[in-house]
């Protein structure tokens, strides 16, 4: 019988990848966590303050204010741009010249950097000199990005849609493409009509990448800070003040070192918690063979 | 270091986890499980359910936090039952 072979110097290529880790993320989350208990004037000087932060931002109204228009603009964005990437994707050309035009075309607002995106978007709205705020302004809409609350919201979920529907649209097509042909064969056969062949078929199949599609976009959207803060910076007053904006506003702003690393912790838990669910759903789907 | 602003109980919060992360490391080597499924309907194995455990560690003493707002360590204690809930039926 043959010896299974064992080398445990394998170890030794995950060390990369461990160091990184450890300085990209343990390291400042530990730093994080000793911040949230300390106080400081900076100059590196540290003074115990225990949960002091923590009790302060449980009963700080302005977190649980950012934490419900952040859960609006996740909740907001992924309503609109999980049904419109599916009705994309269904609607895109499955092959030839056609289809792989579409994909480049589908590709382009996703390579380019939220920075820009939020500068594209802060003068494409403007409306003495963007063709969006002008054209509205024209056509007698009260559109004012800067000055009304409506306006500030739609034009940052509208940009959102523009910059990242496309993910969605490709990660459904992929899974469209996926599909057998003899599934729509036996649709034929059975006479089903399209919503049934889309219902039983088609939406089974796409379980699987739509949840890895609503995975990303949640989290992106749950973390956003560029493209909003470019666009309006948080305002008016706070109307678009996201959780990252407010959380950067405490921290490099205000300088309370202390209640933002407080902040930022509990901000971690809810990503941490939210991520763990659906990691948890995508492996039981997996295992289920969807 | 020094910019890392360490205190003695952070410390010790981290040393308690890394030393939990070393042992249930060592349990799986020792003594390999399968996953089982528990009262959540998905598969867990011991790594899980000390995961699970912690996370909702952390969540109960931020409850206990805003809503009691004092003796802080009796929330370590809810949290133990919760453990030992999670380890026994998850």
């Known amino acids: 019988m043959q010896q299974k072979t064992t080398n445990q110097k394998a170890w030794f290529l995950v060390l990369p990848v461990l160091i990184l880790v450890a300085f990209s993320a343990v390291i400042p989350l530990m730093t994080v966590v000793n911040y949230s208990v300390q106080d400081t004037f900076g100059n590196n000087q540290f003074f115990w303050a225990g949960l002091e932060w923590f009790e302060d931002m449980l009963g700080d109204e302005r977190m649980w204010n950012a934490l419900q228009r952040q859960l609006l603009f996740s909740g907001i964005i992924l309503a609109i741009e999980v049904p419109l990437g599916i009705f994309v994707a269904l609607n895109m050309p499955k092959s030839g010249v056609w289809s792989s035009f579409c994909l480049v075309v589908m590709s382009l607002p996703l390579l380019i950097p939220w920075n820009v995106v939020g500068t594209i ?9 963007g063709l969006l705020g002008a054209t509205l302004a024209a056509l007698g809409i009260d559109y004012n990005y800067t000055q009304d609350t409506v306006s500030a919201w739609v034009t940052i979920i509208v940009m959102d849609v523009w910059h990242w529907t496309s993910l969605v649209a ?21 006479q089903a009509n399209r919503w049934a062949v889309f219902r039983y078929i088609e939406l089974p199949k796409m379980a699987g990448v739509l949840m890895i599609a609503i995975l990303l976009r949640f989290m992106d959207s749950f973390m956003i800070y560029t493209e909003p803060f470019v666009v309006t910076g948080g305002g008016p007053g706070n109307a678009t003040t996201l959780l990252s904006i407010d959380l950067v506003k405490m921290a490099l702003g205000q ?17 941490l918690l939210i991520s763990w669910v659906f990691y948890t759903v995508m492996v039981n789907l997996d295992k289920k063979g969807l | 270091m020094d910019w890392m602003a360490w205190t003695w109980p952070t410390a010790a919060f981290f040393g308690t986890i890394a030393l939990m992360l070393v042992i249930f490391t060592g349990l799986a080597i020792r003594f390999p499980e399968t996953p ?3 009262v959540l309907r998905i598969e867990t194995t011991r790594g899980d359910r000390l995961f699970i455990t912690l996370l909702g560690s952390a969540f109960i003493n931020l409850a206990w936090l805003g809503l009691v707002g004092d003796n802080q360590p009796l929330a370590l204690g809810v949290c133990l039952i919760y453990a030992i809930c999670v380890f026994r039926w998850v």
Do not use: E
């Open chain 1, 170 to 190: 490709l990660l459904a097509f992929a899974g469209l493409k996926s599909i057998p042909d003899a599934y729509y064969q036996a649709a034929r056969i059975d």
């Open chain 1, 121 to 129: 978007w802060q003068i494409f709205g403007r409306v003495d000199i």
């Open chain 2, 36 to 38: 089982r499924v528990g």
């Open chain 1, 255 to 271: 300088f309370d070192l202390g209640p933002a690393a407080a902040f930022s912790l509990m901000y971690f838990l809810v990503i």
